[in-house]
């Protein structure tokens, strides 16, 4: 059984950080393209930031310079430290692991960790 596990969410004040982790079970998760996602309430799922399964990182405009996507192979996990956290970053940050084959595309899913980030 495929399983993406989030945590790190929470209240932070504005300029705060937060550093989201998730952990992955039943993949090779190497071989996986990860990314974090967000939803915030009334608007609909956005990319914020990938990390190939080579290493090679991207971010949407809005984030960059202030988080951080990485990886470790090893621990199947995936991290986004998240710095000068502002109020439109408040959203349900989710994981999402993605692989391509020639037949079948597979993808999963976290459940969501909730970050807000109000004074």
């Known amino acids: 059984q495929v399983q993406l596990v989030e945590s790190g969410g929470g209240l932070v004040q504005p300029g705060g950080s937060l550093r989201l982790s998730c952990v992955a079970s039943?993949?090779?998760?190497?071989?996986?393209?990860v990314a974090w996602y967000r939803q915030a309430a009334g608007k609909q799922r956005e990319l914020v930031a990938t990390i190939i399964s080579g290493g090679n990182t991207n971010y949407i405009d809005s984030v960059k310079g202030r988080f951080t996507i990485s990886r470790d192979n090893a621990k199947k996990m995936v991290y986004l430290q998240m710095n000068s956290l502002k109020p439109e970053d408040t959203a349900v940050y989710y994981c999402?692991?993605?692989?391509?084959?020639?037949?079948?595309?597979?993808?999963?899913w976290g459940q969501g960790t909730q970050v807000t980030v109000s004074s």
């Open positions: 999402n692991a993605i692989k391509n084959t020639d037949s079948i595309k597979f993808i999963y």
């Open positions: 039943g993949i090779i998760f190497s071989t996986y393209n």
